[in-house]
């Protein structure tokens, strides 16, 4: 069995591969597309990503698995791996701890203006005035998409929130949707079934517009507090 996987990753890989499997490494697009040519496996992410749907598609018959470390499937030919039977793992989740630490802390730099901190230190400028005074106590924090990501999100900022409003537009219309059938006493008869599944899509609708209202609402009352400092 051949797997083709990427050079940069055969320190970490290495160790941990089946000495059974042979495995050729690449390093650029000409090599990744001619190994794969007749691979079982491959897992070849590159960058601009239009190189990988160039490689997969250069593919034998033998291909029966591809891996990717990216979440979105974007740059895959998806119909082909159908077409093929192949299977295709991504790598959702994988970062998502980092992410959402990120995202609390660029929370926190913008709260507190950390970054005119920073320039500061490297001026060696002793500030007299604290640059950020946004105090996150009793405000309100508005994660949009609930899924894993936003999740760890939510959940590190149980710490600093009392409030948090969480919003996933698409689970409000499968929720919506679920409700509707759940309850195929209003109206089932002429057409009433499809007017509450209409209803239920307004109803997703309106909370959308809602999100994205109170996302404005937030961004601008925080461009007031820095006008007004």
Known sequence: ??????????????????????V???????EANAAIADADIAWVDMQPTHLVADAIRAAGPRLKWVSTIYAGLDAFPLALLRDRG?????????????????AVMGILVAAKCFDTVLRAQDDQVWLKD????????DTRALVIGYGT?????????RGLWRRRNRRDPDRARRDAHARC???????VR??????ALDRCDQDADRQRRACRDEGQRMADQHRARRHDR
């Not at 050729?24 to 000409?30: I, L, M």
């Not at 192949?86 to 990120?102: P, S």
């Not at 990501?149 to 900022?157: F, K, P």
């Open 1 to 22: 069995m051949k797997a083709v996987l990427p050079a940069a990753a055969r320190p970490l890989l290495e160790p941990h591969l089946p000495s059974d499997l042979d």
């Open 190 to 195: 002429l057409g009433g079934a499809c007017r």
């Open 86 to 102: 192949v299977i295709l793992t991504n790598g959702a989740g994988i970062n998502a701890v980092a992410v959402a630490e990120y």
């Open 24 to 30: 050729e490494w690449f390093a650029t697009p000409s």
């Open 181 to 187: 059938l759940a309850r195929p006493s209003r109206g």
């Open 149 to 157: 990501i936003g999740a760890m999100i939510g959940n590190r900022l």
């Open 130 to 137: 604290a640059p950020g005074k946004i105090e996150l106590a």
